[in-house]
């Protein structure tokens, strides 16, 4: 091996991987999503799907409290337990606490958050929105992160791929296999 190819070795081993990572971009737009939904119902323009019955109605709220509930549990365990900022910037997988439970439960918590605020909206067509969501969160996380992770951690990296989900929190997956 040439000195620059050792150096850049050298340097890949050294260079931590972005703290903030796609975040931001994909936190964005399903806020944004989900604001345009809001409007949506509160202009009318959805007045179709609205639930208007009294347990349903409760229903739908009781599943909006909980949902933004678990989303801020998650996200506070994420940021403030595992402190993954830290384990990021020293190059360590973090595989324990909250991450045992899902391997990106900061997006989760956002998924979370967004289903349960839709949820209040009492409407029942932008209740097609999570779904959108969790697949376009999908797409997004194997095209940048688990890449990164994959190529940064290799089989310990695969082997928590596969005793963990991605997103949905679960004690062990291993019912579902």
């Keep these: 091996m040439d000195k620059t190819s050792a150096k850049k070795s050298t ?6 991987l972005p703290v903030m990572g ?19 119902v509160k202009f009318g323009v959805l007045a179709g799907g609205n639930v208007n019955g009294t347990p349903a109605a409760v229903l739908f709220t009781i599943a909006g409290i909980l949902c933004i509930t678990g989303g801020i549990a ?34 989760s918590a956002f998924l979370f958050i967004c289903t349960g605020t839709l949820l209040f909206c009492r409407n029942r067509y932008v209740l097609i929105l999570p779904p959108f969501f969790w697949l376009y969160l999908t797409v997004f996380m194997k095209l940048t992160e688990e890449k990164w992770l994959s190529e940064r951690f290799g089989d310990e990296y695969s082997a928590y791929c596969k005793r963990v989900n991605r997103f949905i929190p679960w004690k062990n997956r291993e019912w579902l296999m």
């Design 11 to 16: 340097e890949n081993k050294q260079a931590h």
């Design 22 to 40: 796609v975040g931001p971009v994909c936190v964005a737009i399903m806020i944004a999503f989900t604001a345009i939904g809001i409007a949506l």
């Design 74 to 107: 998650l996200w506070c365990a994420a940021v403030f337990g595992a402190r993954i900022d830290a384990k990021i910037k020293s190059n360590r997988l973090e595989t324990g606490g909250v991450y045992a439970l899902a391997r990106n439960p900061i997006y």
